[in-house]
């Protein structure tokens, strides 16, 4: 039986309300032809590595093995980036086992696993993603194709989500989709179409002086902010990686004894949201994350950026951006639109549509029916 084709895009912080504000013809034609899902949920925390991780293996990250973009390493007790060791396989392993063949255009989490060709561009440059995939294809026919687009993210970051060069970013991703679209339709004819989204972004408007290290100190303890690369201090009690939702480290006893005294001294703060206990980060998946972790109100940022007067720009990675986006479309192109889903389904869902029987056990389940 012949292989189905696949395109499998993602589009790094595309939210419901930018893609609702955008002009977006090609991405409004998938909808309208094929399966939108209503409310697609990502998962904590709302980071890039981590989420792209569960999207392609359809597991946790209590499964997975990436738990944050950067982690301690508490046996070399330094802090880690660049997480690639994925404790699950990705979905492109069964395609592999299927006799895909396979091409990954700056989907990062793809780079060496088994069949991948896997080309590195300049993921801020929609462009360079549809010049490297004529080129590929060229070279070599591939019936999976993987791109991963950045652009979106780094405007969103830089000006805010819902700006106007965040929404032309957007609309300009949409029109190299469509660009890219027609040149698969010459090149391999029908193909099952796969567009979703790792998280969603906030906007950064409300400065505070809220301090985490001052917090600790006033408790007793020596805080040390982590820097990838760099190793923690034998000295320190607390270590803290400065995410949208803060990840916290208890190093020593004092530290773990006082976890309360933290704990309380939180929950006092105004501006602080949200805090996870171990208990808590389990219940969703990720155990690992940290010891404790938190986040401020929806909003509000501690950045020295923030403090500049007018300056506003975007975030992720707390729960405000789980709201994330799914559509997909099969070769029959059966219109149809689900209610819920989440980032552990897009996994299954992608091999249903290629109509591939798997065995692996998934925590999501196919929203193709």
């Given amino acids: 039986m012949k292989n189905i084709p696949l395109l499998f895009v993602t589009i790094d912080s595309l939210g419901p309300e930018v893609l609702k504000r955008a002009r977006t013809p090609f991405l409004d034609s998938v909808a309208e032809t094929g399966s939108t899902v209503k409310d697609m949920r990502s998962c904590f925390p709302t980071l890039t590595t981590p989420m792209m991780s569960t999207i392609l293996t359809g597991v946790y990250p209590e499964k997975h093995g990436i738990f944050s973009n950067t982690i301690l390493n508490r046996e070399e007790m330094k802090v880690e980036g660049r997480l690639r060791d994925l404790r699950r396989p990705p979905v492109t392993d ?3 086992e299927n006799n895909y063949s396979i091409l990954s255009i700056q989907h990062f989490m793809l780079q060496g696993r088994n069949g ?15 010049k490297a995939l004529r080129r590929e294809l060229k070279e070599k026919k591939h019936d999976a194709i993987f791109c991963l687009y950045q652009s979106l993210d780094s405007a969103g970051h830089k000006y805010g989500p819902l700006h106007a060069k965040t929404i032309r970013e957007l609309e300009e991703i949409d029109n190299e989709l469509k ?4 040149f698969l339709e010459e090149t391999i004819g029908e193909f099952a179409i796969v ?12 400065p505070t002086e809220f301090d985490l290290g001052e917090v600790i100190t006033s408790i007793g303890l020596k805080a040390e902010l982590g820097k990838e690369g760099k190793s923690v201090s034998k000295e320190t009690d607390v270590l803290i990686l400065k995410y949208p939702t803060v990840n916290v480290y208890t190093l020593t006893e004092k530290a773990i004894d006082r976890t309360a005294l933290l704990v309380d001294a939180l929950k006092k703060t105004s501006v602080v949201d949200r805090i996870y206990t171990k208990e808590e980060m389990k219940k969703l998946h990720n155990p690992e994350y940290a010891d404790i972790a938190f986040c401020l109100k929806k909003g509000y940022s501690n950045s020295l950026k923030s403090r500049r007067p007018g300056s506003f720009f975007g975030y992720h990675g707390t729960y405000h951006e789980e709201p994330s986006v799914f559509m997909f479309r099969d070769i029959h192109k059966i219109k149809n639109c689900v209610e819920r889903g989440t980032l552990v389904d897009i996994a299954p869902t992608t091999l249903d549509l290629l ?5 692996v056990d998934f925590d999501g389940i196919s929203l193709k029916k």
């Fill in 94 to 96: 069964c395609l592999y």
């Fill in 116 to 130: 991948v060709k896997h080309v590195q561009v300049d993921g801020n440059r929609s462009g360079d993603i549809r």
């Fill in 179 to 182: 660009l890219v679209v027609n």
């Fill in 195 to 206: 567009i979703t989204s790792d998280h969603s972004m906030s906007l950064a408007d409300t």
């Fill in 355 to 359: 109509d591939i029987q798997s065995s």
